[in-house]
Every structure is written in structure tokens, then in C-alpha cells.
């Protein structure tokens, strides 16, 4: 099944940006999907089709897809941002056709 | 709005199996496509399998095939997942979690997760 590789970890200072990236084979020809997921909570989606944000998820969250490299940026980084990040694609062509990657943990540092 | 609420903790013994509910609120269950994911302690998120509206069939990740079932009950709204032959590694938060667009390819809510723990 497609394969979704995540850094495991990225840190960051307040207020600066932050990019997390999710690589894939031919990843640009997927849509991309993001999650936050804080402890002990569910997963939040933050972005979908690789750069719509849902209602109510903040501007500073932006996304972009192309070649082999999907990113999650996040502008202005706050300390309300450290959680676990999650890429997400779904392969129609596959039998597993939902695949996550392996999870980015942001810390603000 | 969808609200999914799951049914509390179990604690199994390997061997058992498992049933994990998920309730629908706010829609009905005829009009989502329910998907299970799991997620092991300080591990990533883990797809078991859901509805294929493409197929109008249930899939399943072929790692779970021949002991996991996911089946609905449209006059209650409510979604199951069943997990048998369980051993200590399925030790998991199990959710349900469902695209707001039938044929959705992403996730816009969740139940709030029910932890398993198989454990002799």
C-alpha cells in the first residue's frame, strides 16, 4: 500500500513558522489531508484537499502539495499549536485505500 | 452538525473479542460512511477499515481481515466494531470517524475515542 513518511519531530519558536512535512511517491498527484492531534484528545482535521481550511481553523494554518512532498505550514506559531500532526491520503486505486503517515510532534519551544 | 459518541473503556483478555460502539447524532447513519482507526499508546493513527460508498460495501485493511466487523444498525444509528482473537498489541484507542460528504476522502469528525486494553 502508498506509503506517507512524516519527520517525527519539528520545534519551533513562538511566533515563527513552522513546516511539517509528509513525502509520498507522486504525492502531488493525491490530495493531502491534515490533522492536530493533542494528548488525550481525537484528531482534529486543520486542512483538507491539500490547502482548504475547515471553519473555524485559523489563517496562520496553510497547506501545499506538488512533486513528492506534501507541507503543513504554521504562520505565527503559538504555544496552543504544540500537538501531533497527522498527513492523510485516500489511494481510491488501492485496497487500502485510507493511509496516514506516521505523525509529526510540533513542540514550541 | 455530526456528533459521534462511543461507548466507554473495555478491558479484555487476549483471546476475547471486543465491541465498540459509536452513536450518531445530528445526521443519520445511512447518510455518513463510518470508518474505524485505531491508535496504539505513543503510536500513529492506524485506518481498519470503513464504508466504500463507491462499492456501497465495507472494506477492511487487510491487517485486521478475518477478525475485525464493522456493521450499523440504522434504527438506532449506531456503528459497531468488533475485534476478535484479541492480543496485547491491539491495546489501542479504537475511534470511529466519519467524512461529512458521503464520498468524502477525509475525516471531518470524530467520536472521542474508547480505549482497549487486552490484558491477562
Known amino acids: 500500500s502508498y506509503v506517507l513518511t512524516q519527520p517525527p519531530s519539528v520545534s519551533v519558536a513562538p511566533g515563527k513558522t513552522a513546516r511539517i512535512t509528509c513525502g509520498g511517491n507522486?504525492?502531488?498527484?493525491?490530495?493531502v489531508h491534515w490533522y492536530q492531534q493533542k494528548p488525550g484528545q481525537a484528531p482534529v482535521l486543520v486542512i483538507y484537499?491539500?490547502?482548504d481550511r475547515p471553519s473555524g481553523i485559523p489563517e496562520r494554518f496553510s497547506g501545499s502539495n506538488s512533486g513528492n512532498t506534501a507541507t503543513l505550514t504554521i504562520s505565527r506559531v503559538e504555544a496552543g499549536d504544540e500537538a501531533d500532526y497527522y498527513c492523510?491520503?485516500?489511494?481510491?486505486?488501492?485496497?487500502?485505500?485510507?493511509?496516514f503517515g506516521g505523525g509529526t510532534k510540533l513542540t514550541v519551544l | 452538525q455530526v456528533q459521534l459518541v462511543q461507548s466507554g473503556a473495555e478491558v479484555k483478555k487476549p483471546g476475547a473479542s471486543v465491541k465498540v460502539s459509536c452513536k450518531v447524532s445530528?445526521?443519520?447513519?445511512?447518510?455518513?460512511?463510518m470508518h474505524w482507526v485505531r491508535q496504539a499508546p505513543g503510536k500513529g493513527l492506524e485506518w481498519m477499515g470503513g464504508?466504500?460508498?463507491?462499492?456501497?460495501?465495507?472494506i477492511y485493511a487487510q491487517k485486521f481481515q478475518g477478525r475485525v466487523t464493522m456493521t450499523e444498525d440504522t434504527s438506532t444509528d449506531t456503528a459497531y466494531m468488533e475485534l476478535s482473537s484479541l492480543r496485547s498489541e491491539d491495546t489501542a484507542v479504537y475511534y470511529c470517524?466519519?467524512?461529512?460528504?458521503?464520498?468524502?476522502?477525509?475525516?471531518?469528525?470524530w467520536g472521542q475515542g474508547t480505549l482497549v486494553t487486552v490484558s491477562s
Open positions: 484537499y491539500d490547502s
Open positions: 464504508f466504500d460508498p463507491e462499492d456501497g460495501e465495507t
Open positions: 507522486n504525492i502531488g498527484s493525491k490530495s
Open positions: 470517524a466519519t467524512p461529512q460528504e458521503y464520498s468524502g476522502s477525509y475525516y471531518d469528525y
Open positions: 492523510q491520503v485516500w489511494d481510491s486505486s488501492s485496497d487500502h485505500p485510507v493511509v
Open positions: 445530528g445526521y443519520t447513519l445511512t447518510e455518513l460512511s
